[in-house]
């Protein structure tokens, strides 16, 4: 503990409290087992009991595990204290599921309680039967519920229909179609809070079953308002998605809004749109808008990683919505009524209501009525700081998608003292958002107080949003470089004495946004880099100064005053050059070889002088990426160098220079302009989900349905003609998406030409080098469906380039955003596989009997549970073995426990194997034996009967057997990862050695047979396929980097569990350099996150 | 009465951080999911020792989760403290502060997560209400009640009852008499042996037989106004929160009717659930059957748009010489508003490089909040408190 000022304060109101707690329960916290517990359970005195039981609930709060009282708190379930009874129901709900059998002993007494005439009695009764969730008494609990869901105390059918999801949770599929039915019946009660309950049981029992709401909608919708507040969160939703899956969206609502506006928008990309921009003068920001706005709909109805990945592979696949799709919210009563109830729950007084119903108009209501919405959710800013944050995240997407309707409310999202730095960046983000002409005045005003701010993360953020400001609003870019320029002289001033990496940081970002203001129009903004290089001598900061030169070279040609100051200030940085960083060194010959191949004229001989200087400066450098880069530079642009020293060698290599020529001039002059806008790819969620906030699906996200896929059974029969008109409706609705592909050919022919290109580019690469085969995407072989014999037994090595071959048009290494890399495919390996082996039974042990096994990669056809293995008998004796056989331990010891372990799975552990009459001395047999084990962990104990001995041994489980290889292709492969984020996810790193002695031969050897590459891929992938039942999706090499630098090779394996064939993933990326020990990360995403993490630990273990 | 506030003022709390070596114990119990949506809640005390723990659903969550929670506030400090949904390895946690103490839930699957934050904030509502304030002993020593009322206000992950009137009739809250009797006797009981009226009557937030001698109903309108003032001390944002709360003590079940003279400035309003929505769609009118004795009838917000300043002024100055420097401050009343100003408090933090402070007023107390920075020893972070108790001019 800390001294801190008010200490005296402090140990006055304890002494104080202490007077406070006498009568209180505060001696049972701080020692529970002062006292024997047990014979106090079994007092006859309530009193004594009840202290008893306060005991073990302190010792339960301070987490002991006091399962072994058991027994003796059940007994006292059938004690008519009330309190006695709380409490023990306390403790029974908190050990039942580790104690089924004891628990079955409390049954009579529910069941007496449950006809008492005390409705506390019969509720908490039913609570807490349903609460210990026991599969044995599941249908007498289903009976106690149908009783209770008509009792006359609404307390009891509001305890009947959260004991629903209760029942549902023990997966009893016989049963189902009853709970449904429950909940059905009690959907109709009178009682708002019965409603309210049951919607919670309905989303989680059956949330699909719209039949359900379909009947009581109308009903439903004007009840809403009466529900408890609980129940209105998850009514709301239920009513959302039923609307939607019953009529489809609002033609006048944002969505359909959004919709058209993206049809537009499609039908203008495909004739050329940037000289329609250009014509025009549309914003590109606003195109950038209604594209996201687009994805925001329709990530809502497919989930965003569905959307995503669709995307990725085929650019312009879209769900087609025909006009059928849409319905009016005037004409539609279904509609109306929902929005008319839901809007008084905007004055709730609890937040996710007001947050679930904004939800609701926000998909569903008119554009024009929208704004309801705005004014309540930013009361909620205010409500507590807790849910200030989840707030601020939903208003950040509406305020994307429809900026103008925050536009007016600006000033609510200036930050406070107060806010937390993840509330203060939000407010940032949306300020910029909705920023107008009218308001960014303020705001700007607002931003020069948070550069002020002591958190110095928050500053630099300020920076990064005027930047992102002034983008936005083309007219303020000059007032907002003003001010970033005044940053970057007053903070040089500072960083002089102190300079602080924080402050370095502020510094940076203030650059980063002038060169992205600056980026927009040059020509117009030279002042702006004239200064920033004036600048220069008093900026330290390495990373600022590297930006500052690449602007140089980048404008060097932009307007009057640049051109003519260029070689003085070069001739700076050339004098400057040895006491950079090496970053700014490589900026600087980056700037210097652009201006040097886009000189002409009369400064010619001096800049090629401080080029040649720089140049050889750098050629002498420490650092070997600078003197790599100098040694480039020198010889692509020889020409523009020492045309004269070199001139016998020009003779030589005319061609060569050519080529060189034209390559700098590809390099340097084309300025990368077009870049296209940033892809749209934020991940949405629906509003209020916690998936938005924490920007994955988490497990159980539903999008919303799709629209119009239900008809409602109580309006079938009168909407039989409907039907068939939607009949005939969607029959076209297909033609129509076929057209619409058709029409979209324009598109999906690019693509084509693209893997042509690829294909022709492969194949004059093919005649180089045989030994990497570049395929075009198509010759992928059908991995769903691919053998694996097959596919390993071919002997080949394909290659072929994830990227599009193309010269490298990006100018300046800094903007290569992805590292290139190869893929190789290992298809040999297969063979050279060997299993390991484990022993069962040593001969000395086992009177010469020897018993191996390995496990078997084949999968077991009896059961998903059933693991098999190999085991291979050999007699080691010089007498001949007799009557050998494998059996589980249980069998012979206690056979009930076995028939009982059978009744819960109906597969034995042991799978009973033949009798092996005898063995001669030498002799060795074969088995294949198929086992169950409890755990994937755990040793099954199992007896070798011989010679009329038993000797006991323990078959140890692998869990790398406990997979199947699943064969998928590498899109298949990433598809799912993505699937899998967070906590279905693990690493660990190691150390691997494996293919350094395979090397090491090799190199006494001098004969290289073989890449270094692929010996490490394949020691790694062999290693892992002896280790383990997987499957090889791919290896991808790095090929950008050096002769053998191994970092980013990266090998896929894909597998699913045998049990319940979730799949599991496998991802192994080495760093380090081939001929040592590399440093490997193994990835493994897995929903079942404890086999995951221990598959993850036993990869490692045998990788390193 | 009008309770002035002119920023929004922070309870600084401090932590003090205690070592746990302890590793992750990852369950090896295969997870089964299930599709309830809270399955636990966690109490921590301002060490990290977890207080409680109750369990909402049959997949029980291991306490380790706990200690992983621990580990990362040590390690990222107050802005994880901020944060209210927090996604662990193994869970989505959900966290609430109050008075020290930390309520943590934790889901697996989907749910409204502002459901959840809300839910935490009603949890610690009624244990304030019920013990009377928050702190580690205090809910130490009312352990058995804490987890009554957890037990009643959650079922399987879901609300079940939350109504604070409602509880306090199926849970009684400790109370002086109870604890002497406990004392004397050694035997006291506070769980209801009946259930509340109140459940299944059709306002579930009263009871139906209460008898006063005196039919009184006190309402108080507090207000609180949120002012943003820029460097040149203009007004950049000025809004004002005002809450209707209202202690009603009235025989039966009283049908009451409140207006307002101008309801037409109101913005926003959020009302209790009680406050019928029809009549105030139609006529702006306050219908409602209030709940028995103090509760907050709706609260209300309004920017004001008219008002060129607050009420007060507070000036900054700031002069520095080498290495000491001098701030005053200086607080006062601009317009005089016809009323004494009294519990003015000011609050403001210092950078992380003062060292050390010696601070006055001429009127009213100062207090130093000091929060020592583990990592540098000779700096401390300084919150200075100025309170200027019955300041009137």
Redesign the interface.
């Known amino acids: ?2 001294p ?2 008010g200490a005296t304060a402090d140990t006055l109101s ?1 002494a104080s ?1 202490i007077m406070f ?6 001696h ?3 020692d529970p087992e002062d006292v024997n517990i047990a014979p106090l359970l079994d007092s006859k005195f ?2 004594e009991k ?1 202290e008893a039981l ?1 005991r073990l ?2 010792l ?4 002991f595990d006091v399962s072994n009282f058991f027994p003796q708190v059940v007994k006292n379930v059938a004690s008519h ?3 006695v009874k ?2 023990v ?2 403790y029974l ?2 050990y039942a ?1 580790k104690r089924p059998n004891e628990a079955l002993l409390s049954i009579n007494s529910f069941q007496k309680d449950l006809g008492d005439t ?3 009695v019969r ?1 908490w009764a039913l ?1 807490t039967m349903a ?1 210990i ?1 026991l599969h044995a008494i599941a249908p007498l609990v289903l009976v106690a519920v149908g009783k209770c869901a008509r009792d006359p ?3 009891v059918r ?2 009947a229909a ?2 629903l ?2 029942l ?2 023990l997966r009893l599929q016989e049963h189902s179609s009853t709970i449904e039915e429950i909940v059905g019946t009690l959907l109709t009660d009178n ?3 019965v409603v309210g ?1 049951t919607a ?1 049981a309905f989303s ?2 059956c949330p699909n079953n719209y039949s359900l709401i379909g009947k009581n909608y109308k009903r439903l919708c004007t009840i809403l ?2 529900v ?3 129940g209105q ?1 998850v009514l709301i ?1 239920i009513l959302l998605r039923y609307v939607i899956a019953r009529h489809g969206l609002v033609k006048q609502s944002m969505m359909f809004h959004l919709h058209s506006k993206e049809h537009s928008s499609s039908e203008n990309d495909d004739s050329d749109a940037d000289s329609k921009f250009g014509k025009e003068g549309i914003d590109p920001s606003k195109k950038y808008d209604s594209e996201l706005a687009s994805m925001i709909y329709r990530c809502y109805i497919e989930g965003p990683d569905d959307y995503l990945s669709r995307s990725s592979y085929s650019n312009k696949v879209f769900l087609t919505f025909s006009g059928a799709k849409f319905t009016s919210s005037k004409n539609n009563e279904d509609v109306k009524i929902l929005l008319q109830c839901t809007s ?1 729950l905007f ?6 209501v ?3 119903a904004a939800g609701v108009h926000w998909i569903m209501a008119p554009k024009e009525n929208i704004e309801r919405i705005v ?2 959710l ?2 909620l800013l ?1 409500s ?8 601020l995240c939903n208003i950040q997407v509406f305020a994307k998608a429809m900026p103008y309707l925050f536009a007016s409310h600006f ?2 999202f ?1 930050i ?3 806010d ?4 203060k960046a939000l407010k940032l983000e949306i300020l910029c958002t909705i920023s107008t002409d009218s308001s960014i005045a ?1 705001i700007l ?2 931003f020069q ?1 948070y550069i002020r701010d ?1 958190d110095r993360r928050f500053a630099a953020d300020t920076v990064a949003a005027i930047g992102l400001c002034a983008l936005q609003l083309p007219k303020m870019a000059s007032t907002c470089l003003e001010g970033l320029l005044a940053l970057t002289r007053q903070d040089s001033f500072t960083s002089d004495a102190r300079a602080s990496e924080e402050e370095a940081g502020v510094l940076v970002q203030a650059i980063m946004s002038i060169k992205m203001i600056v980026k927009q129009d040059p020509p117009s903004h030279e002042k702006v880099i004239v200064q920033l290089v004036r600048n220069l001598d008093s900026i330290k900061v390495p990373a600022a100064r590297a930006i500052i030169i690449w602007m140089l070279g980048e404008y060097s040609k932009v307007g009057e005053i640049i051109p003519k100051m260029l070689i003085t200030v070069l001739k700076y940085i050339a004098w400057s050059f040895t006491s950079e960083s090496s970053e700014t060194k490589l900026q600087t010959l980056n700037t210097v070889a652009k201006i040097l191949s886009n000189s002409k004229g009369g400064d010619l001989e001096t800049l090629t002088k401080i080029g040649c200087y720089v140049l050889e400066l750098a050629e002498c450098d420490m650092n070997y990426v600078v003197r790599g880069r100098g040694c480039f530079f020198r010889k692509l642009l020889s020409s523009h160098l020492g045309s004269k020293k070199l001139e016998d060698e020009v003779v030589a290599s005319s061609q060569n220079e050519g080529l060189l020529n034209v390559l700098a001039e590809h390099m340097f002059h084309e300025q990368a302009t077009q870049q296209s806008p940033v892809p749209v790819n934020y991940r949405v969620y629906l509003p ?4 938005q ?2 920007l ?7 999008p919303l349905p799709k629209p119009c896929t239900i008809l409602d059974d109580a309006d079938a029969e009168a909407e039989v003609s409907e039907q068939d008109g939607s009949d005939s409706f969607t029959g076209s609705l297909d033609e129509e998406s076929g057209s619409y592909n058709g029409s979209d050919n324009s598109v999906a022919s690019g693509g084509n030409t693209d893997n042509g290109k690829t294909g022709s580019s492969s194949e004059d690469e093919n005649i180089q080098d045989p030994l990497i085969q570049i395929s075009d995407e198509n010759h992928l072989r059908p991995a769903g469906s691919a053998d694996l014999e097959e596919l390993m037994s071919r002997r080949d090595l394909e290659t072929w380039l994830d990227d599009q071959p193309s010269l490298p048009n990006s100018s300046i290494p800094e903007q290569s955003k992805v590292p290139r890399s190869a893929r190789i495919s290992i298809k040999d390996i297969g063979k050279r596989v060997i299993p390991k082996t484990y022993e069962l039974l040593d001969p000395a042990n086992g009177n010469g009997m020897k018993v191996d096994y390995t496990f078997s990669s084949e999968v077991s056809t009896i059961s998903p549970h059933v693991i098999t293995i190999q085991a291979s008998f050999e007699n080691c004796s010089s007498e001949t073995i007799s009557n050998i056989v494998l059996k589980h331990e249980d069998f012979t010891t206690k056979p009930s426990d076995s028939s009982e372990s059978s009744s819960q799975d109906d597969v034995p552990a042991l799978i009973p194997m033949e009798e092996i009459t005898s063995l001669e001395p030498g002799q060795a047999t074969r088995e294949t034996i198929h086992v169950r084990f409890h ?1 994937h ?1 755990l040793p099954l104990k199992l007896v070798i009967y011989f010679n009329g001995k038993s000797h006991p041994v323990k078959l140890r489980p692998d869990i790398g057997y406990f997979v199947k290889p699943l064969p998928m292709d590498v899109d298949a492969f990433k598809d799912k990862e993505s699937h899998l984020p ?2 279905f996810e ?1 690493t660990r790193s190691c150390i691997f050695k494996g293919h350094v002695d395979y090397l090491n031969k090799e190199k006494g050897n001098h004969t290289f047979a073989k890449d270094k590459f692929l010996v490490v891929c394949e020691s790694i992938a062999l290693t892992m396929l002896s280790n383990a039942n997987i499957f090889l999706v791919s290896v991808d090499m790095p090929i950008a980097a050096k002769h053998d630098d191994a970092s980013g090779l990266c090998l896929r394996f894909s597998s699913e569990i045998l049990s319940n064939s979730a799949p599991c993933l496998i991802t192994i990326t080495a760093e380090g350099i081939c001929s040592e020990p590399l440093n490997v990360v193994v990835k493994v995403n897995c929903e ?4 995951g ?1 221990n598959l993850l630990n036993r990869i490692v273990n045998s990788l390193s | 009465q009008t309770k002035l506030l002119l920023f929004p003022l922070s309870s600084s709390c401090s932590a003090s951080f205690h070592s746990s070596g302890e590793t992750q114990i990852v369950s090896e119990q295969a997870i089964q999911r299930e599709e309830t949506m809270l399955q636990c809640i966690f109490l921590l005390s301002d060490s990290g020792e977890v207080m409680l723990e109750k369990q909402l659903t049959g997949n029980r969550v291991d306490r380790s989760i706990c200690v992983w929670f621990w580990d990362q506030l040590l390690s990222h400090g107050d802005s994880f403290k901020q944060q209210p949904v927090i996604a662990s390895p193994t869970h989505y946690l959900f966290q609430v502060v109050r008075e020290g103490i930390t309520f943590l839930a934790c889901t697996q699957v989907e749910m409204p997560p502002l459901m959840a934050i809300e839910f935490l904030c009603r949890v610690a509502d009624v244990l304030s209400d019920y013990l009377e304030g928050l702190n580690e002993d205090v809910i130490k020593d009312n352990f058995i009640i804490v987890y009554e009322l957890l037990d009643e206000m959650m079922d399987n992950g879901h609300p079940l009852t939350t109504e604070p009137n409602i509880l306090r009739e199926m849970i009684a809250p400790p109370n002086i008499v109870s604890k002497m009797l406990s004392v004397v006797t050694g035997n006291s009981s506070n769980v209801s042996e009946t259930l509340p009226g109140a459940t299944s009557s059709c306002v579930p937030w009263r009871t139906t037989d209460i008898k006063y001698a005196n039919n009184e109903v006190y309402v108080d309108l507090v207000e609180e106004m949120d002012a943003i003032i820029n460097r040149d001390g203009i007004l950049v944002k000025c809004e004002v929160f005002g809450e209707v709360q209202v202690n009603s003590h009235i025989t039966g079940v009283p049908d009451l009717a409140l207006s307002f003279v101008n309801p037409s400035v109101l913005d926003d309003v959020r009302f209790h659930p009680c406050v019928r929505y029809r009549p105030w769609e139609s006529y702006q009118i306050l219908s409602f059957v209030p709940p028995d004795g103090q509760f907050k009838l709706m609260s209300y917000r309004f920017r004001v748009r008219k008002l060129k300043s607050i009420p007060l002024y507070v000036k900054p100055q700031i002069t520095s010489d080498g290495g000491s420097s001098r701030i005053s401050v200086m607080v006062g009343i601009r317009n005089d508003p016809g009323k004494a100003i009294d519990s003015i408090s000011v609050q403001f933090q210092l950078p992380s490089c003062v060292s050390s402070t010696d601070l006055t007023a001429n009127h009213g107390v100062v207090n130093v909040l000091s929060n020592k920075v583990p990592t540098y020893v000779r700096s401390y972070e300084v919150v200075l408190k100025l309170i200027l108790l019955s300041y009137c001019v």
């Open positions: 503990m800390f801190q000022f304890k409290t707690r006498i009568g209180t329960d505060a049972l916290y701080d309530d009193s009840c306060k609930l302190a339960i709060a301070q987490g204290s009330l309190e709380k409490l129901y306390l709900l908190h599921q005390n409705p506390l509720a609570r609460g969730r105390s609404v307390y509001k305890c959260s004991a999801p209760k549902h949770d009682s708002p809070a309950a919670a989680s029992v308002p009466d408890e507040e609980w969160i939703g008084p004055w709730s007084n609890n937040s996710a007001v947050l679930a004014k309540p930013l009361f205010r507590s700081r807790n849910s200030n944050y989840v707030v000033e609510n200036f406070l003292s107060t937390s730095y993840q509330t303020s005003k607002e107080d002591p209020g989900s916690l998936s906030i924490v994955h699906a988490a497990p159980g996200y539903e755990h962990l967070g906590m693990c079942e996150t404890v086999f993490l």
